[in-house]
């Protein structure tokens, strides 16, 4: 695939979403691959990539994604297999956008059946990609529980309310997106790398700021309680513990 192919249709950093998404390639072609990045980075999201289907399967458990671009080819573990175990492993929805240039409909059917959310064609617009990829990130929030309980923990997602023994606690945005990344992906251990990417993405932090900000969520989440429910995982990173 040529890059007037895969096609940039067009040079605004506006996206044709408010707002950027954190989004998986798995492609071994590395011209596919960096077109795509060419573009999507541009457009203001931000992209991880990975070469194989292993790669790409580790990637997709140990991290927050909005989308995952999948394609079927691949080395080490085809496309097929790793959407099976991201669908049997992973502790959240994540959408799966299947990217290949078999377009049978046997192929498309085995996809959907085995949990890919949408299925695009080689050769493709990068622009109906990008399209596509947004289209599904929304969708997914919309069908996703606004409500998260944990124990006596409970968040609303929608409303962006906290309240833990039915007392709202009142939270500022990076404490909040810390404890909501971490109630996601319960019980599951979330890595230090993997909250930094949330709050920050690729910008440059100071080294103490996420520690920082764990220190003002646990004196409002757990101080004021009988039990402790973040956990820190010495070398690893962060998690939830129910408390009731």
């Not at 080490?76 to 992973?90: F, H, K, N, S």
């Not at 799966?96 to 050769?123: C, H, N, Q």
């Not at 997106?177 to 990417?197: F, H, N």
């Not at 690729?202 to 402790?228: G, M, N």
């Amino acid at each position: 695939m040529n890059t007037n192919t895969v096609g940039n249709s067009g040079s605004s950093r506006q996206s044709s979403s408010d707002t950027a998404l954190h989004i998986l390639v798995v492609e071994d072609q590395s011209s596919i691959a960096q077109n795509i990045a060419d573009y999507m980075e541009i457009k203001g999201h931000t992209l991880d990539f990975a070469v194989d289907g292993k790669q790409g399967l580790s990637l997709a458990l140990a991290n927050y994604y909005d989308v995952i671009v999948l394609d079927l080819m691949l080395p080490a573990m085809d496309g097929w297999e790793v959407c099976r175990q991201i669908r049997t492993q992973a502790t959240r929805s994540i959408p799966i956008i299947m990217l290949t240039a078999r377009d049978s409909l046997g192929d498309k059917v085995k996809g959907f059946e085995l949990g890919a959310d949408d299925y695009l064609t080689k050769p493709f617009a990068l622009e109906e990609l990008e399209v596509r990829c947004v289209a599904l990130s929304r969708r997914n929030q919309l069908q996703t529980d606004h409500s998260i309980s944990i124990g006596s923990l409970k968040i609303d997602r929608q409303k962006q309310i906290v309240s833990r023994n039915d007392k709202e606690i009142a939270l500022h945005q990076i404490p909040y997106t810390i404890l909501l990344t971490l109630a996601e992906a319960y019980p599951r251990v979330v890595s230090r790398s993997e909250l930094c990417q949330r709050i920050w993405g690729d910008d440059l932090t100071e080294s103490d700021s996420l520690r920082s900000h764990v220190y003002q969520l646990r004196q409002v989440i757990d101080k004021p309680f009988d039990k402790a429910i973040i956990k820190t995982v010495h070398g690893v990173g962060f998690s939830l513990e129910k408390d009731i």
